[in-house]
């Protein structure tokens, strides 16, 4: 009886708080949230596949080349990325990251307006419909992510290292999502 | 927002009136924040229903005072179909998200899965207090669309495609208050994921000490499961409410079909297809109903084996049952489409799988059966409204076997036969499992119990009043009356049926009045409530470990270690006739 009694009030100091709460539970978090964006766009997907097999008129696009470009940056970031979380002082990888980001969402910027230019809107096709869709839901989770890292850059390094052990997952998804979806409107006709 | 270094709690208790009450980051004042907007949602979708039901039943009244109320709803003669419409729509719209999503997984889940398995908060507390204030905000705009400029939208609580995508030019509702529709719908997906996000990750990662996967109450099983559900399920209708946005403001034509005329206007959009958005909003849609039926599933099995003093019946079925059924759950969308013309073999496909449901509701029916039997029964209010769940449960089951098969579906299909039976079965099963957990659970949350004898009286009330509801509603529908119509004397084969709207009215009426003694009860209880002790029902799982109403961080001091299953109930050398989970072990088998 009074082991017991011991062994519970062993534990009562520990702490569970949410700023500090173990990195499992956050990496736990962060993986459902994957699971999560992974469901947006296997529907966007299926949406996709449908709309492709039904519409006569379907034409796919001319890639704009600048989207070759910008998944180099893309993959460089996660380099710095991965980078920033091996270092025991990352910030500067950390920025790196984060300004490739930039660039990355500039340059779809770039490629809507290259788009626009030759006249294809959201409305216009049912093809450009979908590249709008798909590539406004990757820039928007992804500049989320951006806003994630900034925070990252700054706390305190010791924190910042448990940070980007969840952010860095974030990020690499982003990449990932990014190269699929490049497979799914160019790759794969 | 951040604890002080040191301090042993999960978070500080707040001390001003804001922090405390309105934005919280405590479990169970956030639970209860569900709690009172699932009531008054639900308010809100009675009233609309009352007013769909004066239209059934007396067709051609024109009801002077609410007419005054909403003049466009009734242009000077009876109520237009059109508002009986909006009503409809608003009416499954508001029930089904905002109380049979809200209510059992969002309130009673967030007050109490932390406190069952021994956690101090959600793993994501402050993420707890967003998804509560965003599914505010989506409650809001979902009232707004109610009272849009030209009138509330009228697609149904399923916004069918091309009618819901194509703006104002295809009727009154279908401008300003269907896109708030949509947006309300969309900002609502984005809360529940949160909600099932920070379930998922409480229940994998917080559990206290000793409390392994087979000692977790079936309540808790229950809104695991509900929240995969929740999580996987709600993307898949943001994506749909995200390209309905697109059709509705950006120009495009992802379910908009070619050559589409609409109140002779000839569309200019093309190649879309109405079909994807049934997909879509189906293979939500589906999980959907179980996220509703659920957890009201495993509040039953808790409740049952309380009050029979026994425990529940083969714990580890049940817990296979719940997730087969929630598996199953994402193989049968088709079986809503049956009428769009799919492949006999797709529609065979979706018809087996549906039946294939009708095994674990079988094993959970059997077990709860099985665990009355032979039990030292407490016939107290919770008790009853949980032995009304296992009755309607069954009932609206056995219709959802019919429906499985296509050849009757064709024939019952947007019939009132439906209508009976996902009422039955998502609607009032769930709100049963919604009162029969608010009287087991009221006295922990207030420090207070219910009066039992008004209990019994609403039990009743409410039990022959939702059967006297719906049950007639089959007997429409197998009369071939359909659903959605505003007005059934207009065709000279459903006049006959008329007298049947009339009772199933007054029966609505008299239902809806006796939800007033529960209100009553509630709020009288909050302040004049008999004290309720630490453990008035004589219950083994955590939350009746603690104070009632628990302090701030559930356990205080104590960090609690679970030693024993939920239901060990009947112990033989046992003191009393239940262990708590926590009791140490050694005095049990000693």
Redesign the interface.
């Known amino acids: 009886?009074t082991a017991?009694t011991t062994?519970?009030?062993?534990?009562?100091?520990?702490?569970?708080?949410?700023?500090?709460?173990?990195l499992?539970?956050a990496r736990?978090?962060m993986w459902?949230?994957l699971?999560?964006?992974g469901?947006?766009f296997?529907?966007?997907t299926?949406?996709y596949v449908?709309?492709q097999g039904?519409?006569?008129?379907?034409r796919n696009l001319r890639m704009p080349g600048i989207l070759i470009a910008n998944t180099f940056v893309l993959l460089a970031s996660s380099l710095c990325l991965e980078k920033a979380r091996r270092a025991t002082a990352g910030l500067a990888w950390l920025l790196a990251t984060l300004g490739l980001g930039v660039l990355f969402v500039t340059g779809q910027f770039t490629a809507w307006r290259q788009l626009g230019a030759q006249g294809v809107y959201?409305?216009t096709s049912?093809f450009g419909?979908f590249f709008y869709?798909l590539t406004a839901?990757h820039g928007l989770h992804l500049m989320g992510g951006m806003m994630a890292l900034a925070a990252t850059a700054a706390v305190s390094s010791a924190r910042r290292l448990r940070w980007l052990e969840v952010t860095a997952l974030y990020w690499h998804f982003m990449g990932a999502l990014w190269l699929y979806l490049l497979l799914l409107m160019f790759g794969l006709r | 927002m951040a604890p002080h270094a040191g301090h042993a709690a999960a978070h500080q208790a707040p001390t001003g009136f804001i922090r405390k009450w309105i934005f919280s980051i405590d479990h169970k004042v956030i639970g209860i924040q569900y709690l009172l907007l699932a009531l008054t949602a639900v308010n809100v979708g009675m009233v609309l229903s009352i007013f769909m039901r004066l239209r059934l039943a007396w067709p051609t009244e024109k009801w002077p005072m609410l007419a005054h109320i909403f003049p466009t709803g009734f242009q000077g003669g009876p109520m237009t179909p059109e508002f009986y419409l909006s009503m409809l729509t608003m009416h499954g719209t508001i029930m089904v998200f905002f109380v049979l999503t809200t209510a059992p997984l969002s309130g009673f889940g967030n007050y109490f899965l932390p406190i069952q398995i021994g956690a101090r908060d959600m793993a994501f507390p402050t993420l707890n207090m967003l998804s509560f204030w965003v599914t505010f905000v989506s409650f809001v705009v979902m009232i707004m669309a109610l009272f849009a400029t030209g009138g509330a939208p009228i697609s149904g609580w399923t916004a069918y495609v091309p009618l819901s995508a194509v703006g104002q030019v295809a009727g009154p509702g279908l401008g300003l208050g269907q896109t708030l529709w949509v947006i309300s719908i969309a900002i609502f997906c984005g809360a529940s994921l949160l909600t099932a996000l920070n379930f998922l990750t409480t229940t994998l990662n917080l559990r206290a000490r000793g409390m392994t996967l087979t000692r977790m109450p079936l309540t808790v099983w229950a809104w695991f499961t509900t929240a995969i559900l929740a999580l996987l399920a709600f993307p898949v209708l943001l994506a749909g409410g995200v390209l309905l946005l697109l059709d509705r403001v950006g120009g495009t034509s992802f379910f908009i079909p070619a050559g589409l005329v609409v109140s002779d206007q000839h569309l200019t959009h093309s190649g879309g297809s109405p079909l994807l958005w049934q997909h879509l909003f189906w293979f939500f849609g589906h999980p959907e109903v179980y996220i509703a039926i659920l957890p009201g599933m495993g509040v039953t099995s808790h409740i049952l084996s309380t009050f029979s003093r026994k425990p529940v019946f083969a714990y580890r079925a049940m817990v296979g049952a719940i997730f087969a059924i929630g598996f199953i759950s994402y193989i049968v969308w088709g079986h809503h489409m049956f009428m769009s013309g799919m492949s006999p073999y797709t529609s065979m496909a979706f018809s087996v799988s549906t039946m294939a449901v009708g095994v674990p509701s079988a094993i959970k029916t059997f077990n709860w059966l099985a665990t009355l039997w032979g039990g030292k029964i407490r016939f107290t209010t919770p008790m009853l409204f949980s032995l009304g769940f296992v009755s309607l449960f069954v009932s609206g089951g056995v219709t959802g076997m019919l429906l499985a098969q296509p050849a009757i579906d064709i024939q019952l299909h947007d019939t009132y036969f439906v209508v009976a039976h996902f009422h039955i079965i998502m609607g009032v099963a769930a709100i049963f499992g919604i009162f029969s957990g608010m009287y087991y659970w009221f006295p922990k949350m207030f420090g207070r119990m219910m009066n039992e004898g008004w209990g019994k009286v609403h039990f009743w009330f409410s039990l022959v009043g939702v059967y006297a509801i719906f049950m007639p509603m089959h007997f429409l529908g197998i009369a071939g009356h359909p659903r959605r119509y505003a007005q059934a004397t207009e065709f000279q084969y459903l006049r006959p049926l008329q007298p049947l709207h009339m009772f199933i009215t007054i029966a609505a009426f008299l239902t809806i009045a006796a939800q007033i003694i529960f209100i009553v009860n509630f709020f009288w209880s909050i302040w004049k409530g008999k004290r309720a002790g630490v453990n008035p029902w004589e219950s083994t799982s955590l939350e009746w470990t603690v104070p009632s109403p628990p302090p701030h961080d559930n356990f205080g001091d104590v960090e609690p270690v679970v030693h024993h299953g939920p239901y060990e109930f009947g112990v033989p050398g046992a003191p009393r006739d239940f262990v708590m989970q926590t009791d140490p072990p050694g005095e049990v088998h000693s």
């Open positions: 009886m017991a062994v519970m009030v062993e534990r009562a100091a520990a702490p569970a708080a949410e700023s500090r709460a173990p499992r539970t736990v978090g459902l949230a699971a999560a964006i469901m947006l296997m529907a966007f299926s949406s449908v709309r039904l519409d006569p008129n379907w959201l409305s049912s419909s869709l839901a």
